[in-house]
């Protein structure tokens, strides 16, 4: 019996339409877990141009928006079409990056998830089914970090705390840091990607309660 036995993919959870679903996240080689640490710096925080405003509204999107639009205002045009601009580009990125990851580092048992009778088990069909649901997406990327970098007791002791209701002011400050290259090998530029529609109005979601758990 080994004394230290570990698994390559660990236990998570996120809440899904107000339901709790079983997944798991991968547990992260070297160069992945240096490229995504990177990324984790300029994105698992509040943007610094508006991280005053974050703090000031703990994060309300409508307010955020308001405060935003109140300070830009006052900016020359040119300065305000930039900044928008600037804006635009980091969410894009963003998206694309959070997408990349849950991508590669998320599975699903069966019995969770199902989309018109079919079960949704890969990274791959989570992204094109569920990449407009914002907080779950973010919930995923956070147990990617934490699941790499807390111990097992650690994690044990967090329990549910980074579930999709958890914000970018819960979690723990990351410092800032380079921008990396791209997850996958010869994405395309920020600025070039379309934010995909990945919800379908004929599209009808289960949530399935199951005890099985992925091999």
């Known amino acids: 019996m080994a004394k230290v036995s570990v698994r390559w993919w660990m236990p998570a959870t996120v809440v899904l339409d107000g339901e709790t679903i079983r997944g798991e996240v991968k547990r992260l080689a070297r160069d992945e877990f240096i490229a995504f640490e990177r990324e984790w710096k300029i994105y698992g925080r509040p943007d610094p141009a508006t991280a ?3 703090a000031e509204h703990g994060g309300d999107a409508s307010k955020m928006a308001e405060a935003i639009e ?10 305000r079409t930039a900044r928008q601009r600037a804006r635009e580009v980091r969410q894009i990125a963003m998206i694309v990056w959070i997408d990349e990851v849950v991508r590669s580092y998320w599975r699903v048992p069966e019995g969770e998830v199902e989309v018109d009778g079919e079960p ?3 990274g791959d069909q989570f992204v094109t089914v569920f990449s407009a649901e914002i907080g779950t997406m973010l919930s995923i990327v956070a147990q990617v970090w934490y699941a790499n970098v807390l111990t097992s007791a650690q994690r044990k002791n967090f329990g549910s705390l980074f579930d999709s209701s958890t914000t970018s002011e819960e979690r723990p400050q990351a410092l800032d840091g380079p921008r990396p290259a791209p997850i996958v090998a010869g994405a395309a ?3 070039s990607v379309p934010i995909a529609d990945a919800t379908s109005p004929t ?10 758990a992925t091999g």
């Open 52 to 54: 005053d405003l974050v």
């Open 70 to 79: 109140a300070r830009e205002r006052e900016l020359p045009e040119s300065e």
């Open 120 to 122: 949704v088990t890969s």
């Open 189 to 191: 530029p920020p600025d």
């Open 203 to 212: 599209t009808e979601t289960t949530l399935v309660r199951s005890s099985g």
